[in-house]
Structure formats: C-alpha cells, structure tokens
C-alpha cells in the first residue's frame, strides 16, 4: 500500500499554507510536463515511506521544508556540495538514479537581495542578526558571493560561535558577538548591508513590535534585509528606511529558491515572471 501519490511536489509540515504547488504548478504547465505539483503533508515518522516512495523509476523532485531540511540527509544518495556545507536539504532530485539533496535557499536568497536592493555583497562588511537555521544558508550564500566580512550577532552567543567555526575562513572573515545594542550600535557604522534571520518583528513572533536594531544607529545608505516575510513591512524595515535606507524581504527569496529548485531539478529554465506572478496572486 503506498500513501503517497505524484513525482514532484514539496514535503513539510504543516503545509496547508505553502505557495509552492502554485507558482510551480505554472512551471510545469509553461514546458506541458504533464505532472501535478503535490502537497506531501508529512510528519517525521513518515518521512522514511515517502523517501521509498522517491525511489520510484518516475520520481522528479521535492522541495523539503520544515521540519525535514536537516532529517532528510541520512535519506539520499549524495549531497551537492552546496548542500554539504550548508548542512541543510530544501529540495531533492534524481541523478542517474540517486536521490541527490541540494539547497537553493542560499542561492535564491542573494537572488532576491539583488533583485530588491540592487546590492552585491562582493567585498562587502555585513552584519547579521541571529544564527538559526536559516542563517545558515544565509551566511553561505554571503560568503559564496564573495562578501569580505560578516559579523554574526545572536542572543545565544555559542550558537553565532558555532557559525563562526564553521563558515569562517582566508576569503571570509566571520566573527560572533552577542545581541546587544550597544555593542552592535560601533559595529555597524561599517556595515554596507545587514540582514535580519531572527524572528524579532514577525507578526505571531515572541518580539512582534521589536527591531534588533533603531533608525539612530543606522548609518544612511545601508541596505537592510529582514527574512521575515510577514508583514511584509518589519519593525526592522521601517527603521532601515527612516534612516534613508534601501530595504528587502524575505518574499521573493521564497520563489528564487523554488526557481532554482526547478531548474536543477529539470534542466529547464524557470519562467520567472510567469511564477512570481501566480505567486502574488494567491
Ligand atoms: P530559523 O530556522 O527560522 O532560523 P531558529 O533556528 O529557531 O529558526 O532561530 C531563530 C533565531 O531567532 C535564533 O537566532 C534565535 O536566537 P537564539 O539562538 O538565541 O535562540 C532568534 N530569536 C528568537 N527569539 C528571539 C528573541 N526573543 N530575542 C532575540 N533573538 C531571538
């Protein structure tokens, strides 16, 4: 008896609200591949039937989401080397057979910085707020877009520390510090970008009306980007811009790593508009 149906959907839980089987579903649709992008609601106790089930001959690809990116390594063939270092899956494809996990979310998320700020953080001094696990994928996008230095500020100083011995290297110097404002307020002064991967401002959130950081110690010119994606307009944004800066969210990094996975995931290009389009209608 198998309980999973389809060869190319995401994988999470709960994954009632993802976007994804929308704006990839017009993907499939724009190359008439004949597939219905699936919506695999799946626990991690049955995260080992539905990794049988991508053994299948028909298989195509998963996007993971939470909570699977990290349990789901045990489970495929080979990790690309991006996947590797990132420690993290968020999509799964088949290679001469072989389950492959990759990760697009560092990928998609210099994508949707350039594509929002216009700012590449070639040689860049970057300071980032939290250390998580989606700062993990961020921190290796910076630094595999060539950023000069990244200073990681978190509450729990060990867990920066840990990033640190893990990402920092000759190209990349990384450092950590721990999250207080007056610490961060001499750092920042020479910072051309800083990125929030912390929960602080999200609606729902332990801090909702709180920014890591206010408009007084926020030198003008700065690019600030904030993961959180809801409200579209963070505590954290509105400081960036009443300090005249330019300002990204974590949206379209969404639908980049989504492109990316589709591309890598068929070998075809991603009908970018098409997708942001179908996207931001739902
Ligand atoms: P994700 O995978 O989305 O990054 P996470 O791994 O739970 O989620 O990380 C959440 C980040 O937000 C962490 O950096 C966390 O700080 P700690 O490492 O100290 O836990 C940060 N964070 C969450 N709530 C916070 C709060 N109230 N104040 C400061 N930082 C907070």
Redesign the pocket.
């Given at each position: 008896f198998m309980k999973y149906e389809g060869n190319i959907g995401i994988i999470g839980h709960p994954i009632g609200h993802s976007k994804s089987p929308v704006f990839q579903q017009v993907a499939l649709d724009h190359h008439s591949i004949v597939e219905k992008f699936r919506a695999w609601d799946v626990s991690p106790d049955d995260l080992p039937e539905i990794m049988g089930h991508f053994k299948s001959d028909d298989f195509m690809a998963a996007c993971v989401t939470l909570p699977h990116k990290i349990n789901i390594i045990p489970y495929v063939d080979e990790l690309t080397r991006t996947a590797k270092q990132v420690g993290a899956v968020n999509w799964v494809f088949k290679k001469n057979g072989n389950l492959v996990g990759h990760n697009t979310d560092c990928s998609g998320f210099i994508r949707s910085l350039k594509d929002q700020t216009g700012l590449d953080p070639q040689s860049k001094t970057v300071l980032v707020f939290?250390?998580?696990?989606?700062?993990r994928a961020i921190i290796y996008g910076l630094k595999d877009s060539g950023a000069k230095k990244i200073i990681i500020a978190?509450?729990?100083l060990v867990?920066a520390e840990q990033l640190v011995n893990d990402f920092s290297d000759y190209n990349t110097q990384i450092s950590a510090i721990p999250?207080d404002k007056e610490n961060i307020k001499n750092i920042v002064r020479d910072c051309q970008l800083i990125v929030n991967?912390?929960?602080?401002g999200m609606s729902g959130?332990?801090?909702p009306k709180d920014s890591p950081l206010y408009s007084e110690n926020i030198p003008p010119g700065i690019v600030g980007y904030d993961i959180v994606y809801a409200p579209v307009e963070t505590p954290f944004l509105k400081e960036v811009q009443k300090a005249g800066g330019t300002f990204g969210n974590g949206i379209s990094m969404l639908v980049y790593q989504g492109i990316e996975g589709f591309e890598m995931a068929t070998g075809l290009d991603a009908p970018v508009e098409k997708m942001f389009a179908a996207f931001n209608k739902v």
């Open positions: 939290g250390a998580g696990g989606a700062c978190n509450r729990t867990k999250l991967t912390t929960s602080i959130g332990p801090l």
